[in-house]
């Protein structure tokens, strides 16, 4: 391609020249030219011949000839190392290029397993939160369907016990009514709050305690409050001993009959009664419990619902129903 290009150029330079240059002047230099040139390949040629017939003269020589074979033994002796050497050095090459393969895929698959990893660690933490909110929701869907059943049943509860006490033709409360709640009814019952419808251990405790929703009697929580039933438990004996120290027998008897008087005109409002205890006991838990017997459940449920949460000597009343069954147990010391 080169060649043709220069060839082009050469003419152009030719025509230019001879269109430049007219005549003979022209013509002779050309021509000049052309005589030079052959001038010249002759000579090439007459040295070629003489070169090759020189030639010729030396392989006629044997020292010239070995020399020769000397040359081309050594040439071959060199071209065999260079292509020893490139064919260490390739097989070198590929050595080193196995090894990097193989600390790829070394690589390549440790890094796979990682991320498989990675990934299965995900994935079982994102089933264990489904799994955790699953139960959440279960959970949350049985609290409200738990709380719905319980405001139903609270509500039917209301209802019929409103009933029961607005109806007079209504003689006895509806069976519903006089169920027994029990806290633990796989266990045996709590001996200490069968006895005096009290405990110390409250909802902690493991036995059962029964409590009737609708009963004849109600119980009024430490209604009677009276400093010489507090006096006399042994970590506040020296303490308030001077207060109580005046306070005689008889004062207590004293009163306690005004209470008797105040309390009873209260609750005789809801109904006859039959009985009105009070709890004489110093311990902390049972202290001025006051059960009152009324002639029937209706009586009772008026109380109840009158009385609760009222306030009483500046103490906020708490009303419950009660089933003892002997006065003895709960009333010991009146
Ligand atoms: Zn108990």
């Not at 030079?36 to 007459?46: D, L, P, S, V, W």
């Not at 590929?94 to 994935?123: C, G, N, S």
């Not at 430490?222 to 109580?244: A, K, V, W």
Request: proline share 3%; charged share 35%.
């Amino acid at each position: 391609m080169k060649l043709i290009i220069a060839f082009q150029l050469l003419s152009k330079i030719h025509c230019f020249d001879f269109a430049k240059m007219p005549g003979k002047r022209a013509r002779r230099k050309l021509t000049k030219k052309h005589q030079r040139k052959r001038r010249r390949q002759k000579q090439a040629k007459e040295r070629d011949k003489l070169e090759e017939e020189a030639e010729n003269q030396r392989l006629l020589q044997p020292e010239y000839q070995k020399w020769l074979q000397k040359q081309q033994e050594m040439e071959e002796f060199q071209r065999l190392a260079e292509e020893r050497e490139r064919q260490d050095a390739e097989e070198s090459w590929l050595q080193r290029e196995a090894i990097v393969q193989r600390q790829f895929q070394i690589d390549e698959a440790k890094r796979r397993q990682e991320q498989e990893e990675v990934e299965r660690l995900q994935r079982e933490q994102a089933k264990e939160r489904a799994e955790r909110e699953e139960i959440q929701r279960k959970q949350r869907e049985e609290e409200i369907r738990r709380s719905a059943k319980a405001a139903a049943e609270f509500d039917a509860m209301m209802e019929s016990m409103n009933e029961y006490l607005n109806n007079p033709r209504l003689e006895n409360p509806p069976s519903h009514l006089l169920r027994v709640m029990e806290t633990h009814p796989e266990e045996r019952p709590c001996e200490f709050f069968s006895r005096t419808n009290f405990c110390r251990y409250g909802h902690a405790c493991t036995f059962n305690h029964r409590r009737p929703m609708l009963a004849r009697i109600i119980l009024i929580r430490h209604f009677f409050n009276h400093s010489m039933l507090q006096g006399r438990q042994p970590h506040t004996e020296y303490s308030s001993g001077e207060e109580h120290l005046e306070l005689t027998e008889q004062d207590l008897r004293s009163d306690y009959d005004e209470f008797f008087n105040d309390a009873v005109e209260e609750v005789e409002k809801f109904g006859t009664i039959v009985n009105f205890r009070t709890v004489r006991n110093t311990l902390e838990h049972l202290r001025g419990h006051v059960f009152v017997e009324y002639t029937n459940e209706r009586s009772a449920l008026r109380a109840f619902t009158n009385l609760q949460g009222r306030y009483y000597a500046s103490k906020r009343l708490n009303v419950e129903f009660s089933n003892l069954k002997t006065w003895r147990g709960a009333v010991c010391g009146t």
